[in-house]
């Protein structure tokens, strides 16, 4: 079964309005979890770190008052896209990683099933 | 510039064929995975690689991270029209804060009945 929860898997909105996003880890706490996004046949785009506690890390060029993380418990990591526009329209995907492990090269991260935003 | 290059990046072949699919890197990484992904899902964890010269089997798949630890490839054999997928490396830095993965860029494999 799923480890990683993501919800909703599918969303249509019209231009303008925010939309929010979650995820959730099963059965494991995740301090850290990891927001991407993905265009058609692409590979996964970091977009920034949800951090459990404390503010977000966000790569380079990702605006942070566009999308807004919220990390307020152990198991849960919200994005919320701000105000979105069409441009907006992707494949958003959370991962968390277990922290089982002495290191963290031998941690597994786990992906949710993703979000299909849709922006009209 | 791609830190982690993957290829073949689109790749269509016949039921019964073999492939290989390739990540190369000038860094080092910790660990490596491989994923594959179908549309409107997300990415599965196929393997872990983390020991420098390291074979992993998994049914038809080989998996294999460099000596160094900075190339790892993928190999089908017969590949199945349930292979298709985009497949997708993604390495930990050495020194990676946080647990970042970086990924590759992907390989669309379509196998053909």
């Not at chain 2, 492939?19 to 994923?35: E, K, M």
């Amino acid at each position: 079964g799923a480890v990683v929860s993501q919800h909703p898997s599918r969303v249509i909105c019209k231009s303008g309005t925010s939309v929010k996003i979650e995820c959730r880890s099963l059965d494991f706490q995740a301090t850290t979890m990891f927001w991407y996004r993905q265009f058609p046949k692409q590979s996964l785009m970091l977009m920034a770190t949800s951090n459990e506690g404390s503010k977000a890390t966000y790569e380079q060029g990702v605006e942070k008052d566009k999308f807004l993380i919220n990390h307020a418990s152990l198991t849960l990591s919200t994005l919320t896209v701000t105000s979105a526009h069409p441009e907006d329209s992707s494949f958003y995907i959370c991962s968390a990683p277990t922290s089982g492990g002495r290191a963290w090269a031998k941690n597994i991260q786990y992906f949710g099933a993703g979000t299909r935003l849709s922006v009209l | 510039t791609q830190l982690l290059e993957q290829s073949p990046q689109f790749l269509s072949i016949q039921e019964g064929e073999n492939l290989t699919v390739y990540c190369n890197s000038s860094s080092v990484f910790s660990s490596l995975q491989w994923y594959r992904q179908e549309p409107g899902e997300g990415p599965v964890l196929l393997v872990t690689v983390v020991t420098g010269g390291e074979v992993k089997k998994l049914k038809r798949l080989t998996f294999q991270f460099g000596d160094a630890r900075k190339d790892s490839s993928l190999h089908i054999t017969a590949a199945q029209p349930g292979d298709t997928g985009l497949y997708l490396c993604a390495g930990r830095r050495e020194r990676n804060q946080g647990g970042k993965l970086i990924f590759g860029q992907g390989t669309e494999l379509s196998v053909k009945p």
